[in-house]
């Protein structure tokens, strides 16, 4: 048993220094080789816990999502946020706005540049994002049954536009670092909730 826990140990050690690297040096410098270095390992020992880069990628996106969901978990908890409220929140920790969720946003982008070519990677990406739509279809259905939002709102049509919102902010926020200044996203995701009101 201890074996498994220091397997599953040295793959979160080995995402973290993904994120690490993808951070100082981007994803193109980010190597197996460069990893292995990062963490003091021999060449080619970065194998036994993934087998290529794509892997690591794809470990490195869960755990993205695992960090945003329990951001937000953590958040509706603590407020018992519900509705306009809850979907606000949500759209703030998805948001490039400081330099974690900033990092987080570079792997989501780099993750999406080998799922475009891996149907197994992609259909994980669709996955995912399909718990995310729902939770988003979710809280808008909230807001209705407290008047939050106007008549006639199509739940379906928000969600699938909100998840357009939150995969442009994250680019954005990465290729358009002064969309990303946290006053100015701040009032990004503002201006999102207020729409459906």
Known sequence: M??????????HEIVLATWRLIAERGIEAT????????LGLANGSVTHYFPDKSAILTAAFAHVFAATNARVAAHRAASGATGL??????LLEAAPIDEERALEARIVIAFLEYAAADPALATMFRDLMREWQQAFAEMVAEARAQGEVR??????????????AVNGMQANGILLPETA???????????????LR
Do not use: N
């Open 2 to 11: 201890p074996r498994l826990v220091d397997h599953e140990a040295r793959r």
């Open 31 to 38: 190597t197996m080789r460069e990893l292995a270095r990062e």
């Open 85 to 90: 409220a809850a979907l606000r929140a949500f």
């Open 151 to 164: 008549d006639g709102l199509d739940v379906q049509a928000v969600s699938d536009a909100i998840l357009h």
């Open 181 to 195: 200044r946290e006053q100015r996203m701040r009032a990004t995701v503002d201006a999102l909730v207020d729409m």
